[in-house]
């Protein structure tokens, strides 16, 4: 348990300094004490003045650990879990952190439809029993040209899809978000037609670096980032990773997204991240990432790469295709 | 010796303070690095929103004169609308020095290729001549033309809450509260029916 998530943090990784504080607090919040800390911690360091905020959520049990951002510098755990969209709970950057404390991501099941072999009502324990979990630092780069670099705990989308045996039918997947206006004030103001719903070609679903992820930082994921069980496809941008899923259909036709129906000239089925093709009202050549010590004011701001850096990888899903006209 | 003229006079530095106030707080937060998880973002948003919210009080001048009576209010103005092109240069100055640092060859394209930069530009741009022509010797030497050029400011405060309008993603709350402050102050404009006495002669308006 201990040794685990110490290697939470990749050696080659700048450890941003307060990170690295926290997570003695961490440890302290765990009951770990000194024990862990003893052997676990070489930052005897004071903590710093302004109390770092602490992890919320179980720790995982991980099993392997990739880091797939080739070593760029994570984004600080409070950033990525205090600054993100989720409309649900509100339009603003901070509302998920703010609106979601009322949310249950227990009990929790999911809903398989359409075109497989196997369908019906799976609880969350018996959608997550035969994967291990793992660890993928991908970069996340959102549509408004901001970015971060995030490790997620999850397992290939695929190997879930695959346990439901897909027929030759399925052709895509689509996801939907669960609806709980009780729970998500952002719910009560149409800003988008509820719920929200994504989707994937089949083979997209099915490489494996697209991930269903239960958890971030080497814990359960929080309300705010998508919990229970949320998508991370790290080479679209980042609202096609739909969060607290409860419906997965396997269809025949290309489902349609909610950001697709809200302006389908802005934001295309694919979504692929990509500098050439820009949003019509900004440009997507470049970003602003969010990470290290989140204080750098300037020298934000780097290239955008295509398929955000994982060309290598999933570049060959769309050999021949037109991707200005399929963005 | 009266160290200000009148009334007035004595209550201007509190509102240059005020103004300053924003700049000031946003500076205090940048120093002790709580601008949050996209500080560049927060300076670009806080800038421009007081920028946008300058602009409309100095538009709330004439209104305000028109429906109280308190004529000297138009002794603000001038500073308030100084401010409102302040904090547009500010505004524009971190959007190019802070955000698009090192990618300034991106900027062209962006003004030109992005309605709501180029909007948001464009205003600035036709902030300049009023700045500049806002001393008591532009106004003299330019007459009957001063009120003319300065019609201009309508046309900026527009394109000031259309850049913010398009710039949005989806949720078109907020800068729809500022289009309908600026709809409300121009149709407060509108001559009314017996403008004359009305305006001409407040009644009981002695301040």
Redesign the interface.
């Known amino acids: 348990m201990h040794r685990s998530f110490r290697s939470n943090i990749p050696a080659s990784t700048i450890t941003p300094e307060p990170l690295y504080r926290r997570r003695r607090e961490i440890l302290q919040l765990l009951g770990l004490g000194a024990v862990g800390l003893a052997t676990g911690c070489h930052s005897e360091t004071p903590p710093a003045a302004a109390p770092a905020e602490a992890i919320a959520g179980a720790k995982l049990n991980i099993g392997s650990k990739v880091d797939t951002a080739a070593g760029e510098a994570q984004?600080?755990y409070?950033?990525?879990t205090?600054?993100n969209n989720y409309?649900e709970f509100g339009?603003g950057?901070?509302d998920p952190a703010e609106n979601s404390g009322r949310f249950h991501a227990r009990p929790w099941s999911v809903e398989v439809a359409g075109h497989a072999e196997v369908t019906g009502r799976f609880t969350l324990e018996d959608i997550l029993k035969p994967h291990a979990l793992e660890e993928r630092v991908y970069r996340m780069r959102c549509v408004?040209a901001?970015s971060m670099v995030i490790p997620w705990a999850g397992f290939p989308l695929g190997d879930l899809l695959k346990r439901f045996k897909p027929t030759a039918q399925a052709k895509y997947v689509a996801f939907t978000t669960v609806n709980r206006p009780g729970e998500m004030p952002g719910l009560s103001?149409p800003?988008?037609d509820w719920p929200y719903r994504e989707g994937l070609r089949i083979d997209e679903a099915m490489h494996p670096l697209a991930l269903l992820a239960v958890g971030m930082y080497g814990h359960e994921l929080p309300n705010q980032n998508g919990a229970p069980l949320r998508l991370v496809v790290p080479w679209k941008y980042g609202y096609k990773g739909i969060k607290a899923i409860v419906r997965i259909e396997f269809t025949e036709t290309q489902p349609l997204t909610t950001w697709n129906e809200?302006?389908a000239n802005e934001y295309g089925f694919y979504s692929n991240v990509n500098p050439d093709v820009?949003h019509p009202?900004?440009?997507q050549?470049?970003e602003?990432r969010?990470s290290g010590d989140?204080?750098n004011?300037?020298?934000?701001?780097i290239e955008t790469k295509p398929f955000n850096g994982y060309a290598e990888q999933v570049a060959n899903l769309y050999t021949g295709m037109d991707l200005r006209k399929y963005f | 010796m009266k160290l200000f003229r009148d009334r007035i006079a004595a209550f201007k530095p509190f509102v240059f303070a005020l103004c300053l106030l924003p700049l000031a707080l946003i500076a205090w937060d940048?120093w002790h690095?709580v601008?949050?998880?996209?500080?560049?973002?927060q300076?670009e948003h806080r800038s421009g929103d007081w920028a946008l919210r300058l602009l409309l009080t100095t538009l709330a001048i004439t209104p305000l004169r028109r429906l109280t009576g308190w004529h000297k209010a138009i002794r603000f103005r001038r500073m308030l609308g100084l401010f409102a092109f302040f904090y547009v240069t500010v505004h524009l100055t971190v959007y190019l020095v802070?955000?698009?640092?090192?990618?300034w060859s991106?900027l062209l394209?962006?003004i030109a290729?992005?309605?709501?930069i180029t909007v948001g530009f464009t205003a600035w741009l036709l902030l300049i001549p009023l700045a500049l022509t806002s001393t008591q010797g532009m106004m003299r030497r330019l007459g009957r033309n001063w009120q003319r050029l300065h019609k201009l400011v309508y046309v900026i405060a527009g394109l000031g809450v259309l850049h913010f309008l398009?710039?949005v993603?989806?949720?078109h709350?907020e800068p729809a509260i500022y289009l309908v402050v600026l709809i409300v102050l121009l149709l407060l404009r509108l001559p009314k029916r017996e403008p004359r006495r009305v305006i001409g002669r407040p009644q009981g308006q002695n301040t």
């Open positions: 984004t600080r409070k950033d990525a205090h600054y409309y339009t950057k901070g408004e901001w103001y800003v988008l809200a302006g820009d009202r900004w440009s050549k470049t602003r969010i989140g204080f004011l300037f020298g934000n701001r | 940048t690095g601008l949050g998880a996209d500080p560049v973002a300076l802070v955000d698009l640092g090192g990618y991106q394209t962006e290729k992005r309605p709501y398009w710039l993603k989806a949720d709350r």
